[in-house]
Structure formats: C-alpha cells, structure tokens
C-alpha cells in the first residue's frame, strides 16, 4: 500500500502528464475551426441524440454523437475548449495585475494603505462567489467579456493577500534597504528590486488557479449566466445534456471528462512550477 501511494505522489510532481494536457487543450482551443468537423451551431433535426460511433445506431460522421438539435458533439466539445482558454487565461491575468498591484502596495507602504487594502480584501473574500456573479451580471448582462470581469473581480483577493505576505518578509532585506539609501523611487524599488523576489509564487499561484476559473466559467454557463447560446461552452453542453442523461449519456459525459482532464491538467502542472521555483521545498524532496 505504501509503495502505491509513493507512485502516486510522485505523479504529482511529473509534469509531463499535466504539460501534456495543456499542450493538447490550448491547441485545440487555438486551431478548433480547423480540427472541428462540423459546424458546432448547425443543427440537423433528422440526425437527433444519436449515440457516439461505437454504440449501435451511432453514425462515423458523428464520432461521439449528437445532441438533442442534432448538432455535433464533438465539434462542440472542440470549440467549448476555447471559450475556456480565454475566459480562464483572461481572467486570471486581470485578477492577476490587480491583485499583485495592490499587495505591493499594501506590504510595502503599510500604515492606513495597508489597512484599506487589506480590509476591502476581507470584504471581497466574504462576500459568496455564487452571489457576487449573479449581481455583476445581473447588471452588465451575460457575455464572454463580462464572465471574464466578473471572475477577475471574485480572485484579485486572493492575489493580493499572498503578494503582500511575500513583500512583508522580503522588502527589509538588505537588497531593497540599499535600493532606498541609492535613491531609487518607490516604483523602481517595487517591480524593480520586491516583484522579481515574488513573482516566482505569483506564476505557481496563476498556473493552479487556471483550473479553478474554468470550473467557475463551467458552473456559471451551467446555471445561463455564462456565454449564451447557441456558442458551445462545456458548462452549458452539460446544463443541456442533464435533461437526456437516461437516453443519451455522452451529452453530459464528454463536457464533465473535458472539464476534470483540463483541471487535472493544470493542477499536475502548477505543482511541477511549485517544487522547481521553490527552492525550500526543492531541496526537501531531494533529501527525501
């Protein structure tokens, strides 16, 4: 049993795996109108809910078969992949830039800047991510731009927090004290001299929470407040295929494995950045 479990934390740290499934899951999403076979919004009434090419009554024209619109699946699995890619890459870098701007000023200016930052923090981590989408898209109104804004609005929080801890334990050293005695201004001092020292936790932080905005770009497109239809999504492929779930079982099958794969994926591969860009924990799984 214990010789199993080592296997499997091992895995945990082998990034082929998980590079792989981003390789495959950004080239799909960036080359999908050429690899899809179909038009993923056409719809063909008399070709409905036929089950995937290697089940009896499926068709080799539809490989992992048809919705109740008799539109491809597969094609819209393929095209799904890159509303996630965008709305997951665009919205963890504006959560990003936000978030890292505010905790280098929060850690390093402390005082009342501080204390402002760190308390909207608190608000924003309080308030129900569930809640907070529906009222900001109750506004706005729902569109790829604006799942974008409201899933980097729900995670600067998290980035600011872990930014500012980052500066507080390193702008008193020696490198950053030198910086100010030299005359360097507070601008130069931060991205200059305190970001590089952070940025390492930043990207490892940034590559797991991919994962995690495409689970939120899922579940908000399964509830109709994601893109719209008739764009594919793979929250909305499953919120359609849960109706048909006892005749035709890939509607909503196909769209959860792309889902779990690709956060499979990207946890794999965050935890690979983690171990080589922290040289602590490095250095602690060598001696073990």
């Keep these: 049993m214990s010789t199993v479990i080592g296997k499997i934390n091992k895995l945990r740290h082998f990034p082929v795996a998980g590079g792989l499934i ?21 719809q063909d009434l008399r070709q409905t ?21 008799g539109r491809d ?23 990003l830039i936000l978030g890292t701007a505010l905790g280098l000023l929060a850690g390093y200016l402390g005082g ?44 600067w929080a998290t980035y600011a927090r872990l930014v500012r801890s980052e500066v507080l334990s390193v702008k008193h050293e020696e490198f950053v004290e030198l910086a100010v005695v030299d005359g360097c201004s ?44 008739p764009s594919p999504t793979w929250g909305g492929m499953l919120a359609d295929g ?9 509607l909503a099958t196909f769209p959860g494995v792309a889902i779990m794969l690709v956060v499979l994926g990207t946890n794999l591969f965050g935890d690979w950045l983690r171990d080589i860009l922290d040289p602590k924990r490095k250095r602690k799984m060598q001696g073990a």
């Design 22 to 42: 981003l390789f495959l899951f950004v080239f799909t999403a960036a080359f999908s109108p050429f690899i899809a076979p179909h038009d993923p919004v056409s």
């Design 112 to 155: 009342w800047v501080e204390n402002l930052i760190m308390r909207l923090t608190d608000m924003q981590l309080a308030m129900p991510f569930i809640l907070m989408a529906i009222a900001i898209i109750g506004a706005l109104g729902p569109s790829t731009k604006n799942i974008i804004i409201v899933l980097a609005v729900c995670n």
């Design 49 to 69: 809910l036929l089950p995937p090419a290697w089940e009896t009554g499926g068709s080799p024209e539809f490989l992992l078969g048809t919705d109740n619109m």
């Design 73 to 95: 699946v597969l094609s819209r699995l393929i095209h799904g992949a890159r509303v996630s890619l965008v709305v997951g890459v665009a919205s963890v870098a504006l959560a």
């Design 242 to 250: 849960r109706a048909y779930l006892s005749v035709s079982w890939q």
């Design 186 to 229: 507070m601008p130069r001092i931060l991205f200059f001299h305190i970001l590089p020292n952070v940025v390492n936790t930043i990207i490892v932080m940034a590559t797991l929470d991919m994962g995690r905005m495409i689970i939120f770009e899922g579940a908000l497109s399964f509830l109709g407040l994601g893109v719209q239809p």
